[in-house]
């Protein structure tokens, strides 16, 4: 659980971060998304990679 809860915290971040810059603009917009996402398609990943080591 520990790197899911670490992948939620830098995109909070991340979304503190655009908020203190203002209003954004489309391309702003679609690029936080972009990272957002990729962010959730590592969740999985890094969940079970720290499942198997702590494992051990």
Known sequence: MEGQTLLAGKVERLAVQS???GPLDRA???SEMAI??????LE???????FCFTQK
Not at 44 to 50: G, K, L, M
């Open 19 to 21: 908020k203190v810059k």
């Open 28 to 30: 702003g917009k679609a």
């Open 36 to 41: 957002i996402g990729r962010f959730r398609l």
């Open 44 to 50: 999985q990943p890094a969940y079970d990679y720290d």
